[in-house]
């Protein structure tokens, strides 16, 4: 099924009379933008991951190619909305919306509306910031499922011309024996191959600070990076978060790299040759060029979370490690995206001293050694988790890589177990947290489900894992709601605002 049926049958909520005619305007901007206050001078916000994102996007481009596929329309909706709308100001203070004052609008850092132009489809979208990112704009675009799939062709383009952007995706199933809006990793794992720099955010806050963290790695890296986060599970959470204020980013946008970025445009006042079609003589030569920026990824990332750290105060690690015993773990779990903090916080409720769990961000490029030293020199088992499924295949995406990882690094006696969770949504809870890790506590190694599946019952194929007792992490203190609604009579929007103001 294509995009263009899902837009009709997806979108419970659609923007009327929108009717964007932009130009890409080349001008060659200052390397140095002048202060302007935006709509991040207030330091906390209480948000979604499509919010977190699009907040971070429109401050930090150019241009933004949009088209509308559940759960990552929502970030285009808001990303035009700011571009198309004014706000009151008030004279005296900007932190404050007046009825008196003059009016302004929503600006990037160079102190210029986000242009922000809806396409006709997914591959429109993509060749559009294909021939954005050649004229010297920065740009970027928002996209899901089998509007991801459309982008294919131009992304192995992208990557290949070493056009530096950060795609946003809001993980989605594919549309296979089913259709679903729901989210998975399929769609993401599926565009591994093209050559764009993969990382994950497991909350609501970490789609936010990677928005900013990956447009700092690829200005440096010139690689394009595809930045992802759980469909609806991180997409449509609402949270409270801490905004990168325009001053902070100020400080963190490698402003030369720009320049440079701009200066490579398409020109008639420099002439350069691109797209060309090449013979067996050169064709795999100037294909292994491209080692060199993609063998710098990690080090440019690494920088990249040292300098966000430095200004912003908030860390990460390409790979995380979280342990909660008081003696060396046996079992390690290796997940990524929302997945990291189910597993993390079960694991501190129970106090496991044979578990560990190391999540993973940095997804591509993958580095084996950074993944082994992450991992214990006590560790004996590790699961791996994986929200896709690639059917006939030995096993899932980051099965294999820990597979491979374990080998490279000489760390063969380690038995790895593959297990899939998750698919379109399906629930991922601490019990299930509790079931892989009984799993993986079994004496012998043979006697360990693999591969597994967890949180089905499968009656056809017999690899689900059998649950145990229910676990709650939360305390007593904490009160769990659940809002229903029937759906197109408000009470959705009603309870989204109901959860901002508690």
Known sequence: ???????????????????????????????????????????????????????????????????????????????????????????DNDNEEKETGHRKKYVNLWGQELKVIEMQSEGGAAGALHGALNSGSLATTYTASQGLLLYIPNLYKISGELLPTVIHVAARALTGQALSIYGDHSDVMLVRGTGLAMVSSFSVQEAHDMAVITQMATLNSRVPFLHF??????????????????????????????????????????????????????????????????????????????????????????????????????IAIV???????VVKETLRHIKSEQTCLIGVRLFRPWVPSDFSEMVPPSIKRIATLDRTKESGAQGEPLYMDVCASLMSCNRQGIFVAGGRYGLASKDFSPRMVLAVINNMLRKDTENVQHPFTVGIIDDVTHLSLSLGKTVTPLSDEI????????????????????????
């Open 1 to 91: 099924m294509n995009s263009h049926s899902n837009k009709d049958e997806e979108e419970e909520e659609k923007k009327e009379g929108s009717n964007h005619r932009y130009t890409i305007e080349t001008t060659q901007f200052a390397v140095v933008p002048s202060i302007t206050k935006s709509m991040a001078s207030e330091t906390t916000k209480i948000a979604d991951g499509n919010w977190a994102v699009a907040s971070a996007s429109y401050r930090t481009n150019d241009i933004a190619y949009i088209f509308p596929i559940t759960p990552a329309s929502t970030m285009g909706e808001i990303v035009d909305d700011w571009a198309s709308q004014d706000i009151i100001i008030d004279n």
């Open 335 to 341: 997940t990524m995206g929302s997945s990291v903090e």
């Open 229 to 330: 986060m759980d469909g609806f599970r991180t997409s449509h959470e609402i949270n409270k978060i801490n905004l990168v204020s325009d001053e902070q980013l100020r400080e963190l946008i490698p402003f030369d790299k720009v320049e440079e970025h701009r200066q490579r445009a398409l020109s008639p006042l420099h002439p350069s040759q691109r797209g060309t079609a090449q013979a067996p003589d050169v064709f795999m030569q100037l294909v292994e060029s491209s080692n060199q920026h993609y063998q710098a990824v990690p080090s440019i990332f690494r920088q990249a979370l040292k300098d966000f750290m430095t200004i912003v105060g908030r860390e990460y690690k390409p790979f995380e490690f979280f342990y909660f015993g008081s003696t060396k773990p046996t």
């Open 479 to 502: 009160t769990q709601c659940v809002f229903w609604g029937f759906g197109s009579d408000g009470t959705v929007g009603a309870n989204k605002e109901a959860t901002k103001i508690m």
